[in-house]
Nanobody, 125 residues
Framework: VQLQASGGGLVQAGGSLRLSCAAS????????MGWFRQAPGKEREFLTC????????YSTDSVQGRFTISRDDAKNTVYLQMDSLKPEDTGIYYC???????????????????WGQGTLVTVSS
């Protein structure tokens, strides 16, 4: 089972990026998929997740309204659309998936069993 994140890069503040996470090795149609971020010198933090029904959970106000998670089960891919980016959004972005099928949303990294390698997002001021 592999999760391959892509789409990171360098962007100016106020800009947008769209991250993708392609899953292989099994279908994630019934799985909760999430995005986490690790900023320099900080611990990994939860950003958002989406269930098999399309229900979404976002982290605190820092990303809600600016970031949007979506999924395309036909492509076994989850996306993170990031708008109005700020320098403090800089970090490595990881996608993750829960092994348990038809589970609920979770903010805890411990609940996620599969992780991508991360993609670097740098927002310049």
């Amino acid at each position: 089972v592999q999760l391959q994140a892509s789409g990171g890069g360098l962007v100016q503040a106020g800009g947008s990026l769209r991250l993708s996470c392609a899953a292989s090795g099994r279908t994630f149609r019934g799985s909760v998929m999430g995005w986490f971020r690790q900023a320099p010198g900080k611990e990994r933090e939860f950003l958002t997740c989406i269930t098999w029904t399309g229900a979404r959970l976002y982290s605190t106000d820092s990303v809600q309204g600016r970031f949007t998670i979506s999924r395309d089960d036909a492509k076994n891919t989850v996306y993170l659309q990031m708008d109005s980016l700020k320098p403090e959004d800089t970090g490595i972005y990881y996608c993750a998936a829960r092994r348990e099928l038809y589970a609920g949303t979770s903010r805890s990294a411990d609940d996620y069993d599969y992780w991508g390698q991360g993609t670097l997002v740098t927002v310049s001021s």
